[in-house]
């Protein structure tokens, strides 16, 4: 059994490490990286140039180099690709996963792309990362691997053992054994403790179960997910329109589609457009953030104007400007809270959700109660603590009443109506929800301040 080191990067380690490379102590490099992850090796070429990665990879055992280059992040493979020539690449997918191999092809430009298939040695991982290479990106096809053990219903023990070990070969994580027929359709899964306790000449049709969940090529890698997360699987195997078996999904590939999901769900949320890291470029981050934060800043200046509108008001009961900062907080806090549930219920569908009816009404009891109570508190504050006249305390209070009612409203039903029309509900929350109920929160509170106090 292989003993993982646990590894923890350290600057002297690092200073001795550059020292290497730059002395072309290959020996040093070798056995430092012996027994590490390589996760753990991925994370140490982050802090290194370009340059000095390049020596690394090169230097390590190359099925090792494959494995690391599977680790790294988007942004930095792809600058490590640009170093490698196309029989290089060839050479390192042919070391991976199918799945693997067709994510790496997919960072290249066409021409590139054609250039590293022509390359390949090994014509069985030609075929396969080929054919991943014609399904979509975010579906179940596009995340599958091509290596899986199958087994016919009509062979006996013997065959299925030879076929598994001959399999198994190309196979890392041996998860099921699939049954299929003479046409390769999916009839169901053997696990290898019946196949290891059955007779000789046991046939796999008298052992094998039928009962097998599986998911079609072209479903959403978020559907995969739930479904695996669902019925807790290790591996799922992937079927076409014709029910064959093409591939498998193993749990591994389906966290990294959770990760990315919830960073996707949290940029959006804090308004950053596209897949965005902090290792990207200055002019990449800023182009990705720019957006929203223009929409926040007009937001503002028309804020400013509403404000503008009622400053004959303002002159007169000075003491409202006090609270415009009171109003607005309190409005983006409720709508985000509001959002934040509603995305996180459509992002786990259930048979027993609630109808978008039942959520809104939910919502605006919800924020009945917490309006009510925040409205008396703010009301006893301003009358009692800071000794406003009452009038101008149910002016505050009431102003909040109604803004947290409007929120809670802004919150709930703008997810449902971006998850209706195929937008993700997450872009509702943050800055949208944030700027549209500081704009509608400023004109409720001037509105009735201009009722009641008659300004």
Request: glycine residues 6%; hydrophobic residues 50%.
């Amino acid at each position: 059994m292989e003993i993982i080191k646990q590894f923890e990067l350290s600057k002297e380690y690092l200073e001795s490490l550059r020292y290497a490379i730059e002395s072309e102590d290959l020996n040093f490099i070798v056995e430092s990286f012996e027994g590490v992850n390589v996760a753990d090796i991925a994370s140490i070429l982050d802090e290194l140039s370009m340059e000095e990665s390049i020596y690394v990879l090169r230097a390590v055992d190359r099925q090792v180099a494959a494995d690391i280059l599977i680790e790294l992040d988007d942004n930095t493979l792809f600058r490590v690709l640009k170093e490698f020539d196309e029989p290089e690449i060839a050479s390192y997918i042919e070391l991976m996963d199918s799945d693997d191999g067709a994510d790496i092809l997919k960072l290249l430009g066409e021409r590139e792309r054609e250039d590293v298939i022509s390359h390949f040695q090994d014509k069985l991982k030609s075929d396969q990362v080929l054919d991943l290479l014609r399904y979509e990106e975010d579906t179940a096809g596009g995340i599958m691997a091509k290596e899986f053990i199958r087994a016919n219903k009509n062979w006996n023990i013997i065959q299925t053992i030879n076929e598994i070990r001959r399999q198994a070969e190309n196979v890392e994580k041996i998860f099921s054994i699939y049954v299929v027929n003479n046409r390769q359709q999916l009839l169901g899964r053997v696990s290898l403790k019946k196949i290891i306790l059955a007779g000789e000449n046991t046939k796999i049709e008298d052992i094998y179960d039928e009962e097998v969940i599986s998911v079609p090529t072209f479903m959403d890698q978020e559907e995969v997910a739930a479904i695996m997360r669902k019925y807790d699987l290790e591996s799922v195997p992937v079927v076409n329109a014709k029910n064959k078996l093409v591939g498998r999904i193993t749990v591994d590939d389906i966290l990294d589609v959770v990760q990315e999901e919830a960073e996707e769900d949290i940029q959006a949320m804090a308004g950053i457009s596209g897949d965005i890291e902090e290792s990207d470029s200055v002019f990449l981050i800023s182009k990705a953030r720019l957006p929203w934060l223009l929409i926040g800043v007009i937001g503002g200046l028309m804020g400013a104007k509403i404000i503008g509108f009622f400053e004959d008001g303002l002159n007169k009961y000075l003491a409202l400007a006090s609270f415009i900062p009171l109003v607005a907080a309190t409005g983006g806090n409720v709508g985000i809270q509001a959002s934040s549930l509603i995305v996180q219920s459509l992002a786990s569908k259930s048979v027993f959700d609630d109808t978008p009816f039942q959520r809104f009404v939910k919502g605006l009891l919800i924020a009945l109660i917490n309006g009510l109570v925040l409205g008396l508190f703010v009301f006893c504050v301003v009358v009692f603590l800071y000794g406003f006249e009452p009038i101008f305390g149910v002016t505050v209070g009431v102003a909040l009443f109604c803004v947290v009612l409007l929120a809670s409203f802004m919150g709930t039903v703008t997810p449902l109506v971006l998850n209706r029309f195929g937008i993700n509900p997450a872009i509702a929350s943050g800055p949208f929800i944030t700027t549209t109920n500081d704009l509608l929160g400023l004109t409720v509170y001037f509105g009735i301040a201009m009722l009641l106090l008659k300004l």
